[in-house]
């Protein structure tokens, strides 16, 4: 089921507020901060830039399925519901394939919980370091996690929780190899 056709996704991104990063303490993570406000005007062009020539790569989906979008719910609304609760438009983040928005709730210049929805409905969300103030270990997925009880509280009646089957092969299952010994993982448990 596609849960996506009224508002192509452009559209969409610029309904939704930008988050705005809180000015950080300490002299070294104010430098960082002030290197971002100079440089987030062009950074999606050279990222995308970059992306279109292979000098990076970015051909997966993240890992930790939420779930799927309720039924009877539109994903305008569901926007709409987590902007009134500090989240904003994460302009800065890759595209992942299918996504049709990724946003984010700043819990500190150094921290972040992140979304993406997809054209299919399906809601992935993790907990991580901001790309601003860490960002080879945002870019090396150090210190990420599930959090999955804290999206499921904050998300409540929005979101159809994912099974545990869809929770194990949705964590970046990136080969045929990787399926296998993802579903393997599970039937094991």
Not at 118 to 125: A, P
Request: with cysteine.
């Amino acid at each position: 089921m596609v849960y996506w056709s009224y508002m192509d996704s452009t559209a969409l991104r610029q309904s939704i507020p930008d988050s705005v990063l809180p000015y950080p303490k300490g002299a070294y993570n104010r430098s960082k901060y002030l290197f971002w406000k100079v440089i987030t005007p062009f950074h999606n062009y050279w990222r995308d830039l970059l992306l279109s020539l292979g000098v990076l790569k970015h051909e997966c989906r993240q890992h930790y399925i939420i779930g799927t979008l309720a039924p009877r719910r539109e994903l305008v609304d569901f926007l709409k519901y987590l902007e009134g609760k500090g989240w904003g438009n994460n302009f800065i983040a890759w595209k992942d394939q299918d996504e049709i928005i990724g946003i984010r709730k700043l819990e500190s210049f150094e921290r972040q919980y992140h979304i993406r929805v997809f054209k299919n409905g399906e809601v992935r969300g993790h907990y991580e370091y901001t790309p601003e103030c860490h960002p080879r270990w945002h870019l090396k997925e150090i210190g990420m996690e599930a959090r999955r009880e804290e999206f499921l509280e904050e998300l409540g009646d929005w979101i159809v929780p994912a099974t545990p089957a869809s929770e194990y092969f949705g964590a970046r299952v990136g080969s045929s190899v990787a399926a296998v010994a993802a579903v393997s993982a599970f039937a094991e448990n």
